[in-house]
């Protein structure tokens, strides 16, 4: 059979196929029943699903995160959002041990990826850099670009809710600088280097907070300090090795970083004092939101004006009716 992509996925649609495992948790229901709560993926994105206490007989051993799995199953929706309820899973490395031979297996259709060629976002980031950044802050962030750039081709921008796939934090690094050009023809008297350099470095603290791709989780340090402090220690720790002349831009530049997130709340120890990181935390908020917008957009199965409920976002959202126009005009994963 086929392998049908989770975004393609309908209500009622019945599936024979491969994914990646995600995530796995263990639950029990009301009646004391084990069953699993586990999300599975695909190059598309991610669905959610149920492995009830018959399907979990079945399984001839424990399953765990970035496990190739076979399953059977069929899509529902709970809430407007879709979900597979599975009557089979196994890891494919088992099954093949039993002498399956999984002919349709294929990992190349299981790993999330941005849509964008990578090399190609990596260069217009270099161009930016180059053509917007003056010394010594374009010495500092080249310096940080070439030292982790094997990681930020790769890394994903978080663990589930935007841009949470191979190249994702590439993707929405270089997204964040556009927005901060584009911005600083409209707000020209802040400081341009500072906020073009702290747009690129804001989430550079993600490479250690997270492992890498296919299945980003959190990392010890991650998950005790978290992406602004391993950021911000990154930085200072490379601004220490080049000499960094001018203390005063450094703090000034730092603060961005631990600021970014808005609020003590939100993980930052700081809220944003100056105008340039008051920016930089907007256009990161634009950016990072709005990919969730279009996600949940995209792949919502409620009926209606509107979707269901986002609970990251804390509404549900309008179905616009330019939307229903686009997707008819979208590219299938193939043609990417």
Known sequence: ?????????????????????????????????PYLDVVLGDRTGDIKGKVWEEALQKCSGPLAACDFVAVTGTVEAYLGIPQISLDFIDTVDRLRAKGRPLPDFDPDLLIHSTPHDRSGLWRELLE??????????????????????????????????????????LEHTLSVARHAVHSLEVYSQLNRD?????????????IKELTGPPCPQRTVPGGLLGHIVLGWEMIREEARALSFPDEQLLISLEHIIIAHHGAQEFGSPVLPRTPEALLVYYLDEIDSKLHMVQRHLETDLSDGDFTSFLKVLGRSLYRPPYLSENSSQTSSPDDV
Do not use: C
């Open 194 to 206: 500072l906020v073009i350099a702290g747009a690129i470095l804001h989430d550079l603290g993600k």
């Open 1 to 33: 059979m086929a392998h049908r992509f989770v975004t393609d996925l309908q209500e009622g649609d019945t599936l024979k196929q491969f994914f990646l495992l995600r995530r796995v948790d263990p639950r029990r229901t009301k009646g004391g029943k």
């Open 128 to 169: 930016l850099v180059g053509s917007n950044l003056n010394p010594p802050l374009r010495d500092l962030v080249l310096a940080l670009l070439n030292r982790y750039q094997t990681q930020l081709l790769e890394w994903p921008g978080a663990e589930f809710y935007h841009h949470a796939y191979t190249g994702g934090l």
